[in-house]
């Protein structure tokens, strides 16, 4: 019974002793979210779940896996572990190591139960609470009921060898005094989203953004029309008015603009109409282009910017002449791994969603938005464009987006140290 008892006491040690050290290397490798975040993101977890969750209830929650709660947990994990492996007062370390694995199987109990990934006891290892649950935690909790210390006393006499209890305190005295003050100093420089203020620019270039593909729409345009006409100048020439009209209404189609025709002379190279001045197609309030057919023949196009409207407020839409205010390119465009996911996300209107592996809710909104996207691809809406960021830690596992997104994929360099434990959304109008 004794020598069992030493084998499970051992064993429970040496598990909290590596995990001690998984979680310090975390701490030091990784960015840690502080208690107050944690309670946000309980706090806006239970929002979106519809519930409203005390605030007492949010801070205990949030506590349990912040960096404030590591500091805690790392030192007493350690001196735990080491106190079940040495042996002293081995009635008294049975009785604390049992409570906490005890305790222990309700943490994980609640991990398993709110659909975490990971049991959290390793740092940067990941493990089912499922697994954590049935093959440690249970197993070790029941062996220790099982496989008493019998024959040992809770207190002294008889004391332990002095030079051995020693050897044994000094050191995990030490750790635990030294442990917290070494992971402030070791704490990675982290990159945090900035909080930054409202963009008031927005909104101005977003408008002058789509004048100004308004404008690139109408030149292409011009360019297919000037391409009819030289078509039309090397066909036999008609007098047919309905024929004419034919042609202009095939190159037109899809094309819902305001055109003008105008006609030179009563005598053309294209055709000889009389009473043919101006012919109407799709009319938007796009304003116009005007194609003038002289009688030698020459096309002369321009285009005709629309007068700005009202946008429902008392301020008028920009003219695409305006300058926009000054901004700066996105700062994270920088960390992008992949140089042609840069480049996409710096062309037109990008919606971009920063997630994490192990990040619920981004599991929750990436389909999503994934399958609003293709909504839109499919009814033809090309305006904007969703890309999907992953931050490091990556896995191959990695089931946040779904594997037949139509959406940009990237990823984030595992070079720096990222801050983000939640979906930080980014709208991008040419980088910026």
Aim: aromatic share 10%; charged share 20%; hydrophobic share 45%.
């Amino acid at each position: 019974m004794k020598t069992a008892n030493k084998i499970i006491m051992t064993l429970a040690g040496l598990l909290l002793i590596v995990a001690a050290g998984l979680k310090f290397y975390e701490m030091i490798d990784t960015c840690i979210p502080s208690w107050d975040v944690k309670t946000q993101a309980v706090i806006t977890a239970a929002q979106k779940a519809g519930e409203q969750m005390p605030a007492w209830k949010a801070n205990t929650l949030g506590f349990w896996e912040s960096y404030e709660s590591f500091l805690i947990q790392i030192p007493l994990e350690f001196a735990l572990g080491v106190w079940l492996v040495s042996g002293l007062f081995r009635k008294g370390s049975w009785i604390v190591g049992t409570l906490a694995y005890f305790f222990f199987i309700f943490v994980t109990i609640g991990k398993w139960v709110t659909g975490a990934k990971s049991c959290g006891c390793f740092g940067p290892i990941t493990v089912d609470p499922k697994i954590t649950l049935f093959a440690m935690d249970i197993p070790i909790f029941l062996m220790m009921l099982i496989f008493r210390p019998k024959g040992y006393k809770l207190l002294p006499p008889p004391w332990p060898k002095v030079a051995y209890m020693l050897a044994v305190a000094i050191p995990v005295l030490a750790v635990m005094a030294l442990a917290a003050p070494a992971i402030v100093t070791l704490q990675p420089d982290c990159i945090e989203p900035k909080d930054t203020q409202p963009d008031e620019s927005a909104k101005l270039r977003l408008q002058i953004h789509k004048l100004k593909q308004g404008l690139s729409e109408k030149q292409q345009e011009i360019e297919t029309l000037k391409a009819a006409v030289t078509e039309l100048k090397q066909t036999p020439r008609t007098t047919d008015k309905k024929a004419f009209i034919g042609v202009l209404e095939i190159i037109a189609t899809d094309k819902p603009n305001f055109y003008e025709i105008h006609i030179g002379g009563k005598q053309t190279l294209i055709l000889n109409a009389e009473n043919l001045e101006t012919i109407y197609l799709s009319v938007r309030d796009m304003g116009s282009q005007k194609f003038a057919i002289t009688e030698a023949g020459q096309v002369e196009m321009n285009w005709i910017a629309p007068e700005p409207t009202k946008n429902g407020t008392d301020q008028p839409i920009p003219d695409a002449n305006d300058t926009p205010p000054v901004v700066e390119k996105w700062e994270w465009l920088q960390y992008v791994v992949e140089d042609e996911v840069r480049e996409q996300l710096t062309e037109g209107l990008v919606v971009v969603m920063i997630h994490r592996h192990d990040c619920p809710t981004c599991e929750e909104m990436a389909p999503r938005y994934s399958e609003y996207y293709a909504e839109m691809a499919d009814q033809g809406v090309d305006e904007f464009k969703i890309a999907f960021l992953a931050v490091p830690p990556y896995h191959e596992d990695e089931d946040t987006v779904p594997d037949d997104t139509p959406c940009i994929l990237g990823k984030l360099t595992d070079e720096k140290k990222w801050g983000l434990m939640s979906p930080l959304v980014v709208a991008l109008l040419d980088g910026e």
